[in-house]
């Protein structure tokens, strides 16, 4: 069973910048480098959405058009850990958000839906002051 355990969360001003993490464990029978993942994000009152996916090798990505050129998504094999550098925030981009893992994926593949993801995170709350 893959675990993921979100970090970095909180409060910041507008214009400031957060970086979030997620590290994966329990890999008992596969790699890490088996999973493409992704990080998703709910606002209150909203459906949970995609935000950003990076695929097994990190050699592709995919973000949702408001995040383009503000988020970064990266990750590295030999620690079963991803982060999202988010810059330039605004009020929008509050919610709690979540990291997942998606396995059986081509190594070119960076899903954005979310019933494709088997594993999730409980989610870090970050919060943007206008």
């Known amino acids: 069973q893959v675990q993921l355990v979100e970090s970095g969360g909180g409060l910041v001003q507008a214009g400031d910048s957060l970086t979030l993490s997620c590290a994966a464990s329990g890999l008992t029978f596969s790699s890490f480098s088996s999973y493409a993942m992704g990080w998703f994000r709910q606002a209150p009152g909203k459906e949970r959405e995609f935000v950003a996916g990076?695929?097994?090798?990190?050699?592709?990505?995919d973000y949702t058009d408001s995040v383009k050129g503000r988020f970064t998504i990266s990750r590295d094999n030999a620690k079963n850990t991803i982060w999202l550098q988010m810059d330039s925030l605004n009020a929008d981009d509050t919610a709690v958000y979540y990291c997942?893992?998606?396995?059986?994926?081509?190594?070119?593949?960076?899903?954005?839906?979310?019933?494709?993801?088997?594993?999730w995170g409980q989610g870090t709350q970050v919060t943007v002051s206008s």
């Open positions: 990076i695929s097994r090798s990190g050699n592709f990505k």
């Open positions: 997942a893992a998606a396995s059986g994926r081509l190594q070119f593949s960076v899903p954005t839906l979310r019933s494709t993801y088997n594993y």
